[in-house]
């Protein structure tokens, strides 16, 4: 059965950062592209950043870039995304993805609020 | 960046009845379009995947059309586990996109 668990949420003051993680289980991890979705509280979804299977490429939405780092560790099957400079409006849960063009397997979210 | 627009924003409907929610694209994206289902505080289900393509346990009620720009997802039957909010994806370009929902309520 396929898991992916997030952790690292919480709160967070503007300016600072916050690293989330994501442990993924129940297929081969270095076989696929990853992604982080995020929904704001009462909003939709938003893509926010895919790596590929190996690491070698990286997508970012334009509202992250050069803020936002991800990356994955294929010999301990996570993924991982590094918040730097956050704003308030990061405010949301953050969702780890199987990509495959679409999402085909889900994480249970992480909530992270930026607020001072 | 790649719009979806999604209609309608709300649709109101009774258990039993078919309905159809609609996608459409700012620029044709061939088949790149892929259908989520969301339940409150939930995480996204993937439902259809390349515009009609069917996932492996998803129940054969909810089946998905089109190509270029106009995508419409189907619901025969609306049950009422299906009262949620739908999302539309692509993935025709690198930045990836979804529209901004469409929720089923019960009428």
């Known amino acids: 059965e396929v898991q992916l668990v997030e952790s690292g949420g919480g709160l967070v003051q503007p300016g600072r950062s916050m690293k989330l993680s994501c442990a993924a289980s129940g297929f081969t991890f270095n076989n696929y592209d990853m992604a982080w979705v995020c929904q704001a509280p009462k909003k939709g979804l938003e893509w926010v950043a895919t790596?590929?299977?190996?690491?070698?490429?990286?997508y970012y939405r334009d509202s992250v870039k050069g803020r936002f780092t991800i990356s994955r560790d294929n010999a301990k099957s996570t993924l991982y995304l590094q918040m730097d400079s956050l704003r308030s409006e990061d405010t949301a849960t953050y969702y780890c993805?199987?990509?495959?063009?679409?999402?085909?397997?889900w994480g249970q979210g992480v909530m992270v609020t930026v607020s001072s | 960046n790649i719009v979806l627009t999604q209609s309608p924003a709300t649709l109101s409907v009774t258990p039993g009845e078919s309905v159809s929610l609609s996608c459409r694209a700012s620029?044709?994206?061939?088949?790149?379009i892929h259908w989520y289902q969301q339940k409150s505080n939930e995480s996204p289900r993937l439902l259809i995947k390349y515009a009609s393509q069917s996932i492996s346990g998803i129940p054969s009620r909810f089946s998905g059309s089109g190509s270029g720009t106009d995508f419409t997802l189907s619901i025969n039957r609306v049950e009422s586990e299906d009262f949620s909010i739908y999302y539309c994806?692509?993935?025709?370009?690198?930045?990836?996109?979804f529209g901004s929902g469409t929720k089923l309520e019960i009428k």
């Open positions: 790596i590929s299977y190996d690491g070698s490429s990286t």
């Open positions: 994806q692509q993935s025709y370009s690198s930045l990836y996109t």
């Open positions: 620029q044709s994206i061939s088949t790149s």
């Open positions: 993805a199987r990509h495959r063009g679409y999402f085909d397997y």
